[in-house]
């Protein structure tokens, strides 16, 4: 093996540590896996070359690369390996906005906040805001196409992507795509690296779309007797309307949320939707009052229909607010799976039938109006037939998405969590041919290994 003095020569100063306290702390991603290793070092990039020395030094010697964001990851894709380096990219934090191109030069470690809050000064929006959008990292969103509460009407981070600087398992630099709107030159090498996670090379710059400010919204929300009811009436709505948010949250979602923070949320509901329209003028108050005759004419036990951004904000805060609340719950076991629209009411009927089978809890929130859903999986903490039970309950869903035409990770990644259900979901011959990509691009394995595939 290499000497790791080596290494930190060629690096900028203070970014390789081997203190144990700072590579305990990271070790893990927010799922905090007891499976996760011990990483030989760490290092906190400063710059793209940093990255480059890193996986140069780690190519020599076959030493596995574990690349880490935020640690906001929810599938165990930055856990370390025993052996690795963890290479943070937390410090690579410049944004840059161009307003006449309308995009973002951002490096991996800015937060997706800031990067919003950055376009906001210039009149601009990035769309893409998954629910920890406070706190998680471009790069992580780009290593696992993360999406978010507005996915259903503007898409998610792959759709905003239109150029990436990637660190390839050699140490080679690459740099795909530009400031341009369309560009079909070549392979959709681009596309290839989105959602990836760190398996194929390492993102060191990302070049993303931005849109002009959303307009202003309204705000429906609407309780249910059931989350099927609930369910059927996203269905509905999917078929006519693109609502810029349409949520789910279940009764055991929702009473964890006024658990953990009082929201004023109904606590008897079977299920609460949560809908927003961002349309032009008159038509934003029409498509609301569609949305909300809809409601009504599937069951809604109650509506209710506001203006007022605060207090959308208010409800969308709550939404965001459920893994923290179920968090306190026990440990947890985080779900992602997705189904075509009209599946999603036999979905959720399916995990509570789970939930059952197998008597552990399993509150659900949902991207609704795209069929993804977060089941989270509760058992308590040190309960070690609990936690089998947890675990079976945790294989059944993804199995039942599978049979559902869906799919185990709508936006959080594979991982190592899921990476033994991922052949079932996509078989052999895919399987085959993602590991000769992987293969071409990263001969020695070193990259991310046990992630994803």
């Known amino acids: 093996m290499p000497d790791l003095a080596d290494l930190g ?6 970014a390789l540590t081997t203190e144990p306290a700072t590579m305990e702390a990271y070790r893990r991603d927010w799922t905090q896996s007891d499976t ?13 070359a940093d990255v480059q ?6 190519s020599a010697g076959g030493v596995p690369v574990v690349p880490r964001g935020a640690g906001s990851g929810l599938s165990g894709g930055s856990n370390a390996v025993d052996g690795c380096i963890v290479l943070s990219l937390e410090r690579m934090r410049a944004i840059e906005i161009d307003p006449a191109t309308r995009t973002a030069i951002v490096e991996p470690g800015a937060l997706n906040a800031e990067v919003k809050m950055a376009a906001a000064v210039e009149g601009l929006w990035y769309p893409p805001d998954p629910s920890s959008f406070e706190i998680c990292s471009i790069g992580g969103n780009v290593a696992t196409n993360a999406g978010g509460l507005c996915c259903v009407k503007y898409g998610v981070t792959t759709d905003y992507v239109l150029g990436l600087d990637v660190v390839l398992a050699d140490g080679t630099l690459v740099r795909l795509g530009g400031q341009r709107i369309k560009d079909v030159a070549g392979l959709s090498l681009l596309k290839l690296f989105v959602g990836s996670e760190g398996t194929l090379g390492i993102v060191t710059r990302a070049i993303l779309r931005l849109v002009p400010a959303q ?37 055991a979602s929702i009473n964890a949320v006024e658990d953990y923070q009082s929201m004023g949320l109904d606590r008897t509901a079977g299920a609460m939707l949560l809908a927003q329209s961002d349309a032009p003028g008159g038509a934003r108050a029409e498509e609301i009052a569609h949305m909300e005759q809809m409601c009504l004419a599937h069951g809604s036990v109650e509506c209710f229909v506001t203006d007022d951004p605060d207090e959308g904000e208010m409800f969308a805060a709550a939404r965001r607010a459920a893994f923290p ?18 599946l999603l009411p036999e979905l959720l009927v399916g995990i509570a039938a789970i939930a ?37 309950a945790f294989s059944e869903i993804m199995a039942l998405a599978i049979s559902l035409g869906g799919t185990i990770t709508g936006e959080h990644g594979v991982g190592r969590l899921k990476r033994a259900a991922l052949p079932d979901q996509l078989g052999p011959d895919v399987m085959a041919l993602t590991h000769r990509i992987k293969q071409a691009l990263d001969p020695k394995g070193i990259l991310n290994p046990g992630a994803g595939f």
Do not use: C, K, Y
């Not at 440990?331 to 629209?341: A, F, I, K, N, T």
């Not at 089941?375 to 947890?390: F, Q, Y």
């Open 9 to 14: 020569a060629a690096l900028s100063e203070g």
């Open 36 to 48: 996760a290793g011990m990483p030989l070092a760490v290092v906190r990039a400063r710059t793209a």
């Open 53 to 58: 020395e890193t996986v140069r030094w780690a």
């Open 215 to 251: 307009s202003p919204r309204a705000t429906l929300v609407a309780t249910f007797a059931t989350v099927e009811v609930a369910a059927r009436t996203v269905v509905a709505i999917g078929r006519t309307l693109r609502p810029s948010m349409l949520e789910l949250m279940d009764q």
């Open 325 to 342: 609340a179920i968090e306190r719950r026990g440990s947890l076991m985080l779900e992602d799976v997705g189904v075509p629209v009209p």
């Open 356 to 392: 059952e089978r197998n008597a552990v809890e399993i509150p659900v929130v949902a991207h609704a109006g795209d069929g993804n859903t977060h089941p989270i999986v509760v058992h308590p903490a040190g309960d070690a037939a609990a936690r089998v039970r947890a675990a079976q």
